[in-house]
């Protein structure tokens, strides 16, 4: 039975008064790689059958949501009773709305999206003489490309009829050396394009830096964030923008005395911070999918159309995370989240290099990772910095200092931009299993604070 056929099979067996029905079907191809050879290789497919029941009662409605893997067509009657019996034991749902009933999308009645192990086909090559490179001039190359294709299908009770297909692609590269470490990677919706020799010349270059070592304290210092860090702490602060919790109180969005701080001024330079699903090279889901209610989401919402949303814009808080409901609570614009994001700052930027070049003094940093937060009302986050933080005088990377520890509020940083740069496609580092469709700059901030020296090596 196709993704479809369950789909319609649920809502008809289904004796709720509503019921949304979401189908989402997946292949896996990956690759892995250590010490130049290829370990690994294989393609994997996976599935799960979503039910949400609906109760209306005297009071609102109540959702039950039921959700299970591999389900074959004689279970479906079973995890449909299993949601119904969910909604029946559950108070009436607080995010309760009318279903979407528009929205019946092309391609419906055709076969999942699929991939293979032929998506590496441009890529397994160039990694082969990456690999001959780099054992000649006595490196190790380590990582792993990994590409997942998902056709998701969504239907209701009241007409909606809604399929989207991802594909969602990532490649790491570590390398290591006589100079340490150093990690590049990239997101890809299909690995065409994905330049690895450009990719291991990077790194090459950053193991010659790592040969001369430099010891600093903690302290406070000009730094150089690449879009990669930047990416891995503007997700945080995406991530943290609910206007539920915000209107509650919760958070570094709430304004002093109630309500969000939406139209505050955030930023010292006019950076705008931006989602659209129709965003080349990041494009992704152009309605609202929502397996389960939270803050941040509502299955309410599911099929709920979604438009290119600025979140800071010029400079100033423009847009929270939304459902319906939250919207009604805070009286703003209907804005759920979307599965991409970028920043942008004024008049394009340079590029790292340039930004590099103009360095009297400062630190340039590869990635982070191991991100936690501290505290929400500020957004302060600490995390360590990994595979090379090197120092720049007079304009050039003169050897690797130690890792840091950090503690910093991506909002406190916007504050303190003393320079935004060129906006590029790239991939966090800590987050690049749950969001890679990014683009963002590098950034410079004059008193970055690295608060104590990190062991890690």
């Not at 490179?133 to 239907?155: K, P, W």
């Not at 150093?182 to 990077?202: N, S």
């Not at 930047?230 to 602060?237: E, G, K, W």
Request: glycine fraction near 10%; include cysteine.
């Amino acid at each position: 039975m196709g993704p479809q056929e369950a789909v319609e099979r649920a809502l008809a067996l289904s004796r709720a008064d509503d019921c949304v029905v979401i189908a989402d079907e997946s292949s896996t191809a990956n690759l892995r790689w250590a010490g130049n050879t290829l370990t690994t290789n294989g393609v994997t497919r996976s599935s799960r059958l979503t039910v949400i029941a609906l109760r209306r009662t005297a009071d609102g409605v109540a959702a039950g949501v039921v959700s299970r893997s591999a389900v074959g067509a004689d279970a479906i009657e079973d995890l449909v009773r299993a949601a119904e019996a969910d909604a029946a034991g559950n108070e009436p749902a607080e995010d309760a709305q009318p279903l979407v009933a528009e929205g019946s999308g092309a391609g419906w009645d055709d076969e999942p999206a699929e991939t293979g192990i032929g998506v590496f086909e441009g890529l397994a090559p160039a990694l082969g003489e990456a690999f001959a490179a780099a054992q000649a001039a006595d490196r190790r190359l380590y990582g792993f490309a990994n590409h997942v294709l998902t056709s998701t299908f969504v239907g209701n009770s009241v007409g909606l009829r809604l399929r989207h297909d991802q594909p969602t692609g990532l490649l790491e590269l570590n390398a290591k050396g006589t100079g340490g470490s150093a990690w590049a990677g990239v997101g890809t919706r299909d690995f065409a394009g994905v330049d690895v020799a450009a990719l291991t010349g990077d790194l090459a270059r950053r193991l010659e830096w790592g040969e001369r070592r430099v010891d600093l304290p903690a302290g406070r210092y000009e730094t150089i964030l690449p879009p990669s860090a930047v990416a891995d702490l503007m997700i945080y602060l995406y991530w943290s923008a609910g206007a539920h919790d915000a209107e509650d109180g919760r958070t570094v969005f709430s304004a002093p005395g109630g309500g969000t701080r939406v139209g505050d001024r955030l930023a010292s330079l006019p950076v705008t911070l931006s989602s659209d699903p129709s965003a080349a090279g990041m494009e992704c889901p152009p309605f609202v999918i929502a397996h389960a209610s939270d803050r941040e989401s509502s299955v309410f919402d599911n099929g709920l159309p979604l438009g290119a949303t600025d979140w800071i814009r010029n400079g100033a808080l423009h847009s929270l995370t939304q459902t319906r409901h939250s919207a009604e609570r805070t009286g703003l614009p209907v804005t759920p989240p979307i599965d991409n994001l970028a920043l942008v700052g004024p008049d394009g930027g340079a590029s790292l290099e340039e930004m590099v070049a103009r360095t009297e003094r400062g630190l340039l940093l590869t990635c982070l990772w191991y991100i936690r937060e501290v505290d929400p009302q500020s957004l302060l986050l600490t995390g360590l910095t990994r595979d090379g933080v090197y120092l720049v005088e007079n304009g050039e990377v003169v050897g690797a200092v130690n890792n840091f520890r950090f503690n910093e509020s991506p909002v406190d940083l916007l504050s303190r931009l003393a320079e935004v740069g060129e906006t590029r496609p790239t991939l966090p580092r800590e987050w690049s299993d749950y969001f890679t469709r990014t683009a963002m700059p590098p950034i410079r901030v004059g008193d970055f604070n690295m608060s104590t020296v990190s062991q890690a090596s």
